[in-house]
């Protein structure tokens, strides 16, 4: 497992428009949406719903966290969805690439999700579930690809925010609302956790889905300024973490049954600290 190893300067960076217009770069294949228009699907969901809150009876819990199945094949989400069971997590987390895109995929994957309760069970989307107007069908499944939702425990509460970064940014709708809820709720909970598909940080070349250094500058100075705890994240297909002031990155390896490295997060969320390690499949 590789080291971020990054010296960062205090970013005091205020950006007004945060690619608004940006063209979302996603490979070779596009579709019918955009990042503002999803986000605004997304509130629109999140304002009629409202936001999950998981009540838990202890003060430690676990959370198994999955990205890049790229079904294709279930052996390893099938996997992963009866540990999460089976241990009684309080949340599963699936960070985007879950689909090719493909409507066929969707139906694949609706028809391996848990169909038993209580698995409490969220995603975002990736670049690659956007593809072939896979948004549609991500939605229909899903709902939202930004949002937030609470644990609490007997004594503490802790805020776990998803963000849509499919297409390569926030785009300036989504950043807005995430640089709010910040200013507005992080101090009413005792950890706060990012889970979102476009890995931050690159190590090696990719086509796709690349980060504005502008955006990168800005996001870093938020979750300095506002103590995020953790930012999760996948697409890179190789585990990689780090700490960046007092936020751990981590970056996921990938679940496809092809991947001779496949593995899933798993989480433990206790008094003092949030522990992590991978699991092997």
């Known amino acids: ?77 099938d996997t992963f969805f009866a540990d999460a069971m089976d241990e009684n997590v309080a949340a599963a987390i699936m960070v985007g690439d879950i689909t090719t895109g493909h409507k066929e995929d969707y139906e694949v994957l609706s028809d391996h999700l848990p169909s038993t309760e209580p698995l409490a069970l969220f995603a975002t989307v990736g670049n690659h579930d956007l593809y072939f107007d896979g948004w549609r069908h991500f939605y229909s499944l899903f709902g939202p690809s930004s949002y937030f939702f609470v644990i609490n ?28 809820l910040l200013e507005t709720s992080r101090g009413h909970f005792r950890y706060c956790m990012v889970f979102t598909h476009n890995n931050l940080f690159r190590f090696r070349p990719t086509a796709s889905t690349n980060p504005m250094v502008e955006e990168l500058h800005v996001l870093q100075d938020l979750f300095l300024r506002y103590q995020v705890d953790m930012v999760i994240t996948g697409h890179d297909h190789k585990q990689n973490s780090g700490r960046l002031g007092n936020t751990t990155h981590i970056i996921m390896g990938a679940l496809l049954d092809e991947d001779d490295n496949a593995s899933y997060l798993k989480l433990s969320v206790n008094a003092d600290n949030i522990d992590y390690s991978f699991v092997e499949l």
């Not at 945060?18 to 955009?34: A, H, P, Q, V, W």
């Not at 007997?154 to 970064?165: A, F, R, V, Y």
Request: overall charge negative.
């Open 153 to 180: 425990t007997p004594g503490q509460s802790d805020l776990l925010i998803c963000l849509d970064t499919g297409g390569g940014t926030l785009g300036d709708l989504q950043f807005g609302w995430f640089k709010n």
């Open 1 to 77: 497992m590789g080291n971020i190893n990054i010296k960062v300067l205090l970013l005091t960076l205020t950006v007004a428009l945060l690619g608004c217009e940006k063209m979302e770069i996603r490979g070779f294949f596009t579709s019918y949406d955009n990042v503002n228009s999803r986000f605004m699907q997304s509130n629109e969901w999140n304002i009629s719903h409202g936001h999950s809150k998981i009540n838990i009876a202890l003060e430690t819990y676990t959370i198994h966290v999955m990205s890049d199945s790229h079904i294709g094949g279930t052996e390893n989400l």
